[in-house]
């Protein structure tokens, strides 16, 4: 087979020598534009997972690189004149230069035929070649040349960032913050071989032009750098290659991903590899690795088929969909770690303590968890698990173990959950002309006893024509207060959680038929009129259209959730959340898709939000002092013109100073247009920022599943309370079993159920071992 690989970085070079070694009697050019044993950059990161596939692949290759690795476990972190450190994360360093120069020697060993000082300007250039790999980089001219058939996504990140080295030696991958009179900088910063070391210096466009650097030569931003981290260099001077580059030596990051990854030019197959098909931010050090893994993977595919011509497109399309999901995973990882540095400081420097800014950068990719941090370096979670224990007014004995974050007690105005877990509401639709009965006392009451913190009831509609569907519940009967307060009477004498209620109006999506006869669908009979903020129906052509409320529409209602208000409080419930979201009454109001009004309740944010803030103050006022108040809201609309997070933060504040102690960050659901991006955790950044740049209390919700998750969100400062919806209604007792399965025994059990306690602990136990054995 005759293969010519343009571009002759880690992919170009490692796909060659594997598919050389694999049969010498291949023909394998490699093109690069640069001299000979010439290279630009710093250093690069492996895995060791990574070397642990190139030593199966080959050997030599693998063991010149290892010789000249250097290894490091711990993560430091310099911050507000702290020094924080956490080990057991295995990370490999190796020069760019010395790396290049491993393959080169490596390739010229089998045989391959390296062409220098070539710019290859095509890959029409070499037509007798059977296959070409594009690996010629992130502004790839092959990619370029058939962009209409790979259809490349690139996009350009908001920070700048500029590429150094240093003689200084660290013996840790270290994260070095700096606050200056415009904003927070920070360094990436970690060995690569016995005398160099990375240092990588990154900040906000605006704080970076703030001191004037978009004006400044290499030498000048280096001095610059100098003067910022000398407490840090000690002396030591910072150094550039990046002779190559033309212009500022500050870069923004470009995020490659690509539809299709080949193309079959008429005359050779030519597929993408590295970062001329995908990119991942330096944050969390992958791209190396995915070069190199795809040059493995694709060599490996080729093999399997017997090497054949004729066999490349099955090939090709087959090497892509393995591919792809790995990429994609890492992509996102690196999407979420390149995130976090890029509005920390904005959202976490400022906000957070060290030790909690120290968990949050940990676990800032999302494939670091809370568990996954005790395998690494246990002794170091167990001193955060008891830095926040003490915050939370939890004693630990010395020597003691201390709680999980997510089993930690939480305070709010003058009450107090025991732990950070929430039974999310979740509409049953089995209440009776608005009056819950037996069932709900039964569903309500489990959840209760199942070790939850907080219980909340379904939303309860202000009205009779407030209901989404006629088996919603509502309290606008004396007799609704009644049965409410049989069921806040009972979750209180028989267990420890507290019990809270969420009002709210469904507005145009009410009318509708309970969900198992079809969700959002109108009744067919017995409907009744509909309000909101503008004459749209929510499923167009199928829902009723709602008449646009006037002014008395609106003190109706208002009084409405007063009145709710103050039976709410005669139920003895000890939260109370207004319903805010979701496209019902309130949404409807916040959210410029479904609120098109020409008067001051329609317009900018400031008057779509008139109203519901007017409701949410009378509710305030009329709610006992002593008791926390929340409000739901959708943070992203997930449709374009519609909400986005942005908006979340200033609807936030907005309720903020109207008196909420809490924002419960949900999303979507007022438009039927919506593109939600699902995934586990998927509605937590919303929770995040609200928390953290709003700076006030928030609960997440959305695909949390299991106490990893919960512990990762509370450590992190990401939220301060979870809702669970969907796993409590297939386990009430979700909290207790989550603690049971981490091995967290200090949860009280109902006594009804002490026997089973044990049982279940001594079960997960043995899980463990055996997973541990395995």
């Known amino acids: 087979m005759n293969i010519v690989c343009i571009g002759g970085g880690p992919a170009g070079l490692y796909f060659a020598l594997l598919m050389k070694k694999q049969n010498p009697a291949h023909d394998i050019t490699v093109v690069e534009r640069n001299r000979p044993y010439d290279t630009f950059g710093w250093g690069v990161v492996f895995s060791d997972a990574t070397m642990e596939n190139m030593r199966a692949c080959d050997e030599p290759t693998a063991t010149a690189i290892e010789a000249s690795f250097s290894h490091w476990d711990d993560i430091e972190v310099l911050f507000r004149g702290r020094v924080m450190r956490s080990g057991g994360h295995g990370f490999v360093g190796i020069g760019r230069k010395r790396l290049l120069n491993i393959l080169q020697a490596r390739c010229e060993e089998l045989g391959v035929k390296l062409v220098f000082e070539h710019e290859a300007e ?30 490349p996504e690139i996009v350009t990140r908001p920070n700048r960032y500029i590429w150094l080295g240093t003689h200084k030696l ?145 090939v090709l399309a087959r090497y892509q969909e393995v591919r792809e999901v790995e990429v994609l995973r890492l992509q996102n990882a690196a999407w979420n770690a390149m995130e976090w540095f890029e509005v920390v400081g904005r959202r976490y420097a400022d906000a957070l303590p060290p030790e909690q800014f120290m968990y949050s950068l940990l676990t800032r990719s999302q494939r670091i968890s809370h568990e ?7 002794r170091w979670l167990a001193g955060f698990e008891r830095w926040f224990a003490h915050r939370a007014g939890v004693p630990v004995a010395d020597g003691a173990a201390p709680p999980p974050p997510m089993f930690t007690p939480y305070a709010l105005r003058g009450m107090k959950l025991k732990n950070r877990v929430v039974v999310s509401p979740m509409a049953q639709y089995s209440a009776v002309d608005g009056g819950v009965g037996d069932y709900h006392l039964v569903h309500l009451g489990a959840r209760a006893m199942g070790g939850a913190g907080l219980v909340f009831a379904e939303m309860t509609c202000v009205s ?68 909101s903020a503008s004459t749209q129906a929510y499923l167009e052509g199928v829902s009723t259209t709602p008449r646009e409320m006037t002014r008395e529409d609106m003190k109706r209602v208002l009084a409405d959730f007063v009145r709710a208000t103050e039976w709410a409080a005669e139920t003895g419930a000890d939260w109370l959340e207004l319903h805010c979201a979701h496209g019902y009454l309130l949404s409807a109001f916040i959210s410029p898709l479904t609120n098109r009004r020409a008067d001051d309740f329609g317009g900018s944010l400031e008057n779509r939000l008139r109203y519901p803030l007017e409701v949410f103050r009378a509710m305030r006022a009329a709610w006992p002092k002593h008791l926390p108040m929340s409000v739901r809201i959708s943070a992203h609309d997930w449709v374009p013109g519609g909400i986005t997070p942005d908006d979340a933060v200033a609807i936030a504040r907005a309720f903020q100073t109207a008196g909420a102690d809490l924002i419960d960050c949900s999303s979507g659901q007022v438009s039927a247009k919506q593109q939600p991006v699902y995934g586990r955790m998927y509605q937590t950044p919303f929770a995040d920022r609200i ?84």
């Open 122 to 151: 095509s890959d029409l250039e070499y037509p007798e070649a059977d296959l070409i790999i594009a690996s010629d980089g992130i502004h790839s001219r092959i990619r370029q040349r058939y962009a209409d058939v790979f259809q």
């Open 170 to 314: 660290y013996d840790a991958f270290t994260f070095l913050f700096e606050k200056t009179e415009h904003g927070w900088f920070q360094a990436h910063i970690y060995k690569f071989d016995a005398e160099t070391s990375t240092f990588i210096v990154e900040a906000p466009e605006s704080v970076w032009q703030a001191h004037g650097l978009e004006s400044a030569n290499t030498e000048d931003s280096i001095a610059f750098c100098e003067k910022l981290f000398a407490a840090n260099l000690q002396g030591a001077h910072l150094l550039s290659n990046a002779r190559h580059l033309r212009g500022s030596a500050w870069l923004n990051f470009q995020r490659v991903k690509c539809a299709r990854w080949f193309h079959d030019n008429g005359r050779s197959q030519v597929v993408l590899m590295g970062d001329a098909v995908h990119t991942a931010h330096f944050a969390i050090g992958s791209g190396t690795k995915l070069a190199i893994e795809d040059a493995i993977e694709l060599a490996r595919l080729i093999g399997e088929s017997g090497a054949r011509r004729e066999a490349l497109p099955t």
């Open 372 to 378: 996954n941090l005790r395998l690494r370096d246990a």
């Open 464 to 531: 009779e024509d407030a209901r989404i569907t006629p088996g919603c519940a509502g309290l606008y009967r004396r007799e609704h207060v009644v049965a409410w307060k049989r069921i806040a009477d009972w979750i209180h004498t028989h267990s420890d959680a507290k019990f809270a209620l969420q009002l709210g109006h469904a507005g145009a999506k009410g009318s509708t038929r309970v969900a198992w006869e079809g969700a959002d669908l109108p009744l067919a009979q017995d409907n009744w009129p509909l309000l």
């Open 691 to 774: 928390r953290n740049e709003a700076g006030i209390a928030t609960m997440a919700v959305g695909a949390i599943t299991e106490a990893d998750h919960v512990n990762s969100i509370i450590a992190a400062g990401r939220a301060d309370l979870c809702a669970i919806g969907r796993p409590h209604l297939a386990n009430p007792a979700w909290t207790l079993t989550e603690a049971a399965r981490i091995g967290y025994t200090a949860l009280d059990w109902p006594k009804q159920y002490l026997a089973a306690k044990t049982q279940l602990e001594r079960n997960f136990a043995r899980e463990r071992q055996l997973a541990e054995a395995s």
